[in-house]
């Protein structure tokens, strides 16, 4: 059997075991090429001459998405993470790495939009959000609003300071999943995404304030709730339709084997060890839905993708105790957590979520999933969809892919995608440095 070597740390952080999804410059090993989708034809990606065409589209690249749709290079950010449209139709997009906001200025069509930065200086800016004419931006130590007006942020005012980032002095400069999110909520609450500093590290649930959790302000202010628990990187936050909050979670690496048999074939039981063909499927990504206290397992419960054995769903999966760190259920009983409604291969990597239309598949989540860090094969880089029907989202459907090529390379990793005034959707992609723009027919 083929082993990884791991360990858990209990009492500190556990930073060799598994890596962020946030590493964006990890090297990919072979595999095959990206799954096909019968349902999406290959289609070049247009790029216009100039700096556009610096690389990677230097070279002609394609890409697979449903026939009819067109997909555009449509600016060129380097490092761009997550995306907000402010209320005058400019597209906001927040750089972490350069802690600067850059707004996109459309022109007319066919044109690059105009770039400047909106705001710079900040620490590890991620997530956006709109509230009307405020503009919250989450960064990796506080949540700050701003009055937004003709292209300009102005009036600074921290919403939530002191958040848990690498500079706490208990952390001692090491925070895996630094970066935050924000949403706002249909009641004016503000959702803050709290990552976990390690892969396994088990006393961010005992921080104050509590990390690996979805932190909420008030409507009219106040201190911080805690309103979900277990969420070891809910990059991916999102309001739905109905008002109901969602994450999508980066969920943890080296998991052991839970059960007591032979999985490997080899006639001795294979629980607890730490197998790459095991782990390359588990656990899956979860697509949850939030409610007050709702509690997604992290680290001693893990989702379980598995109907048999090869043979995986993510719709309302249960969870399996943690066999290192959860072995008797005594830490946390996983049977009774609700399941999770929604999910992704495992080391799929979902960051930004955004609720949208996406041409005739209509209203649903946008997902853009950067792929996989260290899984053999790797998982592949795409934009996600799941369709929004009955105050709820259906399964998991491939929009866009083709990011990674047979040789297990990859030329763009996408981080977010969003609808725009246009109805077209923008796509970010920090590791291309771009922002496509992809008309759906």
């Not at 848990?164 to 004016?188: I, M, R």
């Not at 979520?353 to 996989?372: D, K, Q």
């Not at 990859?410 to 970010?428: F, N, Q, T």
Request: charged share 20%.
């Amino acid at each position: 059997m083929k082993r990884i070597v791991a360990a858990v740390l209990t009492g500190g952080l556990l930073l060799s075991a598994g890596c962020s999804a946030q590493d964006d410059e990890k090297s990919v090993p072979a595999s095959a090429a990206t799954p096909q989708n019968p349902s999406l034809k290959p289609i070049s990606v247009r790029v216009a001459a100039g700096a556009l065409a610096d690389a990677p589209f230097d070279q002609p690249r394609d890409v697979r998405a449903p026939e009819g749709w067109t997909v555009t290079v449509w600016a060129r950010v380097p490092k761009a993470r997550l995306l907000a449209w402010a209320p005058d139709g400019r597209l906001l997009v927040s750089r972490p790495k350069s802690g600067d906001v850059i707004a996109l200025t459309p022109g007319e069509e066919d044109t690059a939009p105009a770039q400047s930065t909106l705001l710079g200086g900040l620490t590890q800016p991620h997530g956006l959000a709109f509230d009307g004419d405020t503009l919250y931006v989450a960064e990796s130590d506080q949540l700050t609003a701003y009055t937004y007006a003709d292209g300009t942020a102005t009036g600074e005012r921290v919403v939530a300071g002191d958040l848990p980032d690498a500079k706490s002095p208990e952390l001692g400069g090491a925070y895996a999943h630094a970066l935050k999110s924000v949403a706002v909520g249909e009641d004016k609450s503000l959702y803050i995404s709290v990552g976990s500093t390690g892969n396994v590290s088990v006393e961010d649930r005992d921080a104050t304030p509590e990390r690996a959790s979805i932190l909420r302000v008030p409507p009219q202010g106040g201190e911080l709730q805690t309103y979900a628990t277990g969420v070891r990187n809910g990059t991916g936050l999102a309001i739905d339709p109905d008002g109901g909050v969602w994450t999508a979670v980066n969920h943890r690496d080296n998991v052991g084997y839970p059960h007591d048999d032979d999985y490997d074939g080899d006639g001795e039981s294979d629980q607890g060890e730490v197998m790459q063909e095991y782990v390359n499927d588990h656990p899956m990504e979860q697509l949850a839905k939030l409610t007050p206290g709702r509690e997604l397992g992290w680290p001693y419960c893990n989702p379980d993708p598995d109907l048999k054995a090869g043979a995986f769903a993510y719709t309302n999966r249960p969870f399996v105790s943690d066999i290192q760190l959860n072995p008797d259920g005594s830490k946390l009983d996983c049977a009774k957590l609700p399941p999770t409604e929604q999910g992704f291969g495992a080391h799929s990597a979902p960051l930004g979520l955004a609720f949208g239309a996406a041409g005739s598949y209509g209203e649903g989540a946008l997902v853009g999933v950067h792929g996989s860090w260290n899984r053999k094969p790797p998982r592949a880089p795409e934009v996600s969809f799941f369709a929004w029907r009955d105050g709820t989202l259906g399964e998991q459907q491939t929009l866009l892919t083709g990011f990674q090529l047979e040789d297990g390379s990859r030329w763009g990793r996408p981080v977010a995608a969003v609808e725009g005034p246009d109805k077209a959707l923008y796509v970010s992609d920090d590791y291309a440095g771009a922002i496509y723009r992809v008309t759906t027919g």
